[in-house]
């Protein structure tokens, strides 16, 4: 299955890709994807999208337009949007 992941803000800069497609295994929950995405990525991400093994409460998803409020129990569909988001900052 197919994963259409979207970085928007601070994330996106970690990241270091605006936009990606990630293969994933079928029942693959968003917190799973996120996790191993941070993991790969490195600790500026990890820090900022989890809490430990949870994605972090300031963090916006959405899959498929819906808002993502339990990313453990939300399984990704094929071909699926993700986008995230990290809170504003300003100064």
């Known amino acids: ?32 994807v996120l996790s191993s995405v941070a993991s790969a990525r490195g600790e500026g991400l990890r820090r900022l999208l989890m809490s430990g093994e949870s994605v972090a409460p300031t963090i916006l998803v959405a899959l498929d337009e819906v808002q993502v409020t339990d990313a453990a129990a939300t ?17």
């Open 75 to 91: 399984q990704i569909t094929d071909g699926a949007l993700l986008v995230v988001m990290a809170p504003m900052s300003g100064g």
């Open 1 to 32: 299955m197919n994963v259409h992941l979207t970085w928007f803000g601070q994330l996106r800069d970690l990241a270091g890709v605006a936009e990606e497609t990630l293969e994933v295994d079928a029942g693959t929950t968003v917190a799973s």
